[in-house]
């Protein structure tokens, strides 16, 4: 059994940051391929980042040179940085993970196989 953790959210203003942190614990091995994605009302859910075993990463482009993701496998935490955030941005933010090792980012929401609860993140205008 795996078990993913998100926290980090909260409410912030036009142009403000944040950071997401995604603590995974359980059968899991450390560097396992992860993600992020996010949730919008009236959306589908949407891949923003992601990392893979061998620490190559994704980016959706809307968030290019504004979000970092990077992992601690000796903590098995992932993380996500935001900054210059916006209103468009406001939606749950969830975490994943794959059950197989992978050199390569995993891009396919249906290769994720455990999922957070995720964390509410508010851009206020």
């Known amino acids: 059994q795996v078990q993913l953790v998100e926290s980090g959210g909260g409410l912030v203003q036009v142009g403000g940051s944040l950071r997401l942190s995604c603590a995974a614990s359980g059968s899991i091995f450390r560097s396992n391929p992860m993600g992020w994605y996010r949730h919008a009302p009236g959306k589908e859910r949407e891949l923003v980042a992601a990392?893979?075993?061998?620490?190559?990463?994704y980016f959706t482009d809307p968030v290019k040179c504004r979000f970092t993701i990077s992992r601690d496998n000796v903590k098995t935490t992932m993380y996500l940085q935001m900054y210059s955030l916006n209103p468009e941005e406001t939606a749950i933010y969830y975490c994943a993970t794959a059950r197989t090792w992978s050199a390569v980012v995993v891009t396919a929401i249906e290769k994720y196989d455990y999922w957070g609860q995720g964390t509410q993140v508010t851009v206020s205008s």
């Open positions: 990392i893979s075993s061998l620490i190559s990463t």
